[in-house]
């Protein structure tokens, strides 16, 4: 699974860590994250993360 880059502060989404603070559990693709999902660190939406 790749992970994902956050263009506005850098945060990566890794899916075999998912964000389980913000409901997204380990294993979860980013594809299948929830489009209202936002970035834990600066509040980004999904369509501001890039694949690494």
């Known amino acids: 699974m790749k992970s994902y880059v956050c263009t506005v502060c850098g945060y990566v989404y890794d899916p075999s860590e998912g964000d389980p603070d913000n409901g997204v559990a380990?294993?979860?693709?980013?594809?299948?994250?929830?489009?209202?999902?936002?970035?834990?660190?600066c509040g980004a939406g999904k369509d501001a993360f890039e694949a690494e």
């Open 26 to 41: 380990a294993g979860t693709k980013f594809e299948d994250v929830d489009h209202a999902w936002t970035c834990p660190v």
